[in-house]
């Protein structure tokens, strides 16, 4: 927006302006980083930059203009947060034991405790140890 025109004609690269009046190199765009399991509600906006960590839901329309933490619950706008979804001890469990990684066998066999959280840890870390 700090330029006199936004138009693609001014940019290098493809596009669908038939007519190209100058090559200015475009910024690259920011990356968007989303971790595992995470729930984006529907129309969620996540501007260039932002990292949405492991397990964190993002409520529907929500604006995120900042990172959201492990296990978080944002949302508004701008996206704020709302609470955790577990106490910071099941966070740090759930994070270590990166069950997302999981082979399919083994998420078929864990999945009947997936309701009960201390169960399901509990079952991944027994058979680990």
Do not use: C
């Amino acid at each position: 927006m700090d330029w006199a025109g936004m138009s693609p004609v001014f940019f290098a690269g493809r596009d669908n302006a038939g007519k190209k009046f100058a090559e200015h190199e475009r910024e690259q765009p920011k990356k968007i980083t989303i971790g595992h399991d995470v729930w984006i509600g529907h129309g969620a906006i996540i501007l260039p930059g932002v990292t949405i960590a492991d397990g964190a839901v993002v409520g529907a329309g929500s604006v995120v203009t900042k990172p959201v933490p492990p296990y978080a619950v944002v949302a508004g706008n701008p996206a704020r947060l709302i609470r955790y979804r577990f106490p910071e001890d099941i966070r740090a469990r759930l994070l270590k034991s990166q069950w997302w990684t999981l082979s399919e066998a083994d998420l078929a066999k864990y999945a009947p405790l997936i309701p009960d959280v201390e169960s399901f840890l509990s079952a991944i870390e027994n058979d680990r140890t």
